[in-house]
């Protein structure tokens, strides 16, 4: 799995980053991927993926963030994009406890003290699953009613250096469990 970290410019998420191949046309990276870059966020309807937020017309932005895409060239199964989803959610919240910060899964999102850090989706294309998370910088722009927290909040204010962290840790751990599938025997 390739990792790209976009240090020099940002890049805003609308959605349409979470269709097949978006790394391989913007940045020339073939394969299982994990592309990170800071942007602002803003979800356009026609590209939402989540049909649960779509009939409650929910808004889905933020000002700053940290994206994570993903993209593994597998058999498609939305089941194991949103086991891989929430694997990867986990692993930031690992992360994130290295950084002195205590949180809470629910589901596919990260809470600090009730607020919400972070949104994410998995979904399949015909040739890939994709996964895009997104952490919050600072809790500004968020849609009315969300109670957010962002990274600068819980005194995280490299922001590079947590993407180049938190990025590898999501390369390692899906290594390992690639590595991991592949030394077993059937069962007999």
């Given at each position: 799995m390739k990792l790209l970290v976009i240090r020099d410019r940002?890049?805003?998420?609308d959605g349409s980053a979470i269709r097949s191949h978006w790394a391989y046309r913007n940045f020339g990276v073939l394969g299982d991927s994990i592309?990170?870059?800071?942007?602002?966020?803003?979800?356009?309807?026609?590209?939402?993926?989540?049909?649960?937020?779509?009939?409650?017309?929910?808004?889905?932005?933020?000002?700053?963030?940290?994206?994570?895409?993903?993209?593994?060239?597998?058999?498609?199964?939305?089941?194991?994009?949103?086991?891989l989803?929430?694997?990867?959610?986990?692993?930031?919240?690992?992360?994130?406890?290295?950084w002195g910060v205590e949180t809470l899964r629910k589901g596919d999102d990260i809470y600090v003290d009730d607020k919400k850090l972070s949104i994410s989706i998995a979904t399949v294309s015909p040739v890939s699953m994709k996964i895009h998370i997104?952490?919050?910088?600072?809790?500004?722009?968020?849609?009315?009613g969300v109670d957010a927290i962002g990274l600068k909040e819980l005194g995280i204010d490299?922001?590079?250096?947590?993407?180049?962290?938190?990025?590898?840790?999501?390369?390692?751990?899906?290594?390992k469990v690639k590595k991991d599938s592949m030394k077993v025997r059937w069962a007999e």
């Amino acid at each position: 799995m390739k990792l790209l970290v976009i240090r020099d410019r940002r890049i805003n998420y609308d959605g349409s980053a979470i269709r097949s191949h978006w790394a391989y046309r913007n940045f020339g990276v073939l394969g299982d991927s994990i592309i990170v870059f800071r942007g602002k966020c803003d979800v356009k309807v026609e590209e939402m993926i989540d049909i649960e937020d779509l009939r409650a017309n929910k808004e889905i932005k933020s000002d700053d963030m940290v994206h994570y895409i993903i993209e593994i060239f597998d058999f498609p199964n939305i089941l194991l994009a949103s086991t891989l989803q929430k694997l990867f959610i986990a692993k930031l919240c690992e992360v994130l406890h290295i950084w002195g910060v205590e949180t809470l899964r629910k589901g596919d999102d990260i809470y600090v003290d009730d607020k919400k850090l972070s949104i994410s989706i998995a979904t399949v294309s015909p040739v890939s699953m994709k996964i895009h998370i997104g952490v919050n910088v600072k809790a500004e722009g968020v849609p009315k009613g969300v109670d957010a927290i962002g990274l600068k909040e819980l005194g995280i204010d490299d922001v590079e250096d947590f993407m180049e962290k938190t990025g590898r840790a999501f390369q390692e751990e899906f290594l390992k469990v690639k590595k991991d599938s592949m030394k077993v025997r059937w069962a007999e």
